[in-house]
């Protein structure tokens, strides 16, 4: 039978709220892990008015942030990366084309991509347009046109 006591958040805690959210908590909970790191303070009206000021400044930096990932992911969706290799006359790849090799084509294009970042299900390995996702932040991906054109000169 703990005792509840309201408590303002300070800051975003995992599995218990935002940063402005009034929340009831186990006393101990607030005494010993929210107070002592400042992650939350006593919920009176001072309080609340001083963090609704806080989370309003929290809310617009979240809203800028949010307009900068959607513009990068528009840009990188007008992306379309160019790559030659060596093609039998069905169009199979002798080798393939990976995620890190797309990633190198995107920084040269003037978009830097680590490899990680790249999400492949398979090497492509064959010639033509493939839709190639681009992990940008969080669960926001960019789709980004890889071509994959035949090496012309080569015959087997």
Not at 77 to 82: K, L, Q, S
Not at 120 to 135: E, M, R, Y
């Amino acid at each position: 039978m703990a005792n509840k006591v309201e408590v303002l958040l300070r800051e975003h805690v995992q599995y218990l709220g935002k940063c402005g959210d009034v929340v009831n908590v186990a006393a101990g909970y607030a005494r010993n892990y929210l107070f002592p790191r400042s992650l939350a303070t006593v919920a009176n009206d001072d309080n609340k008015k001083q963090m609704a000021r806080r989370r309003a400044r929290l809310d617009a930096e979240d809203a800028a942030r949010t307009a900068e990932l959607d513009k990068l992911v528009a840009v990188l969706a007008a992306v379309t990366v160019t790559t030659k290799a060596k093609a039998d006359a069905q169009g199979h790849l002798y080798g393939s084309v990976n995620a890190g090799q797309i990633a190198e084509l995107l920084t040269k294009s003037g978009h830097p991509t680590e490899e990680k970042h790249v999400r492949l299900d398979a090497p492509l390995k064959t010639v033509g347009k493939h839709a190639v996702k681009v992990h940008v932040h969080g669960e926001r991906t960019a789709d980004v046109t890889v071509v994959v054109e035949a090496e012309l000169g080569e015959a087997s």
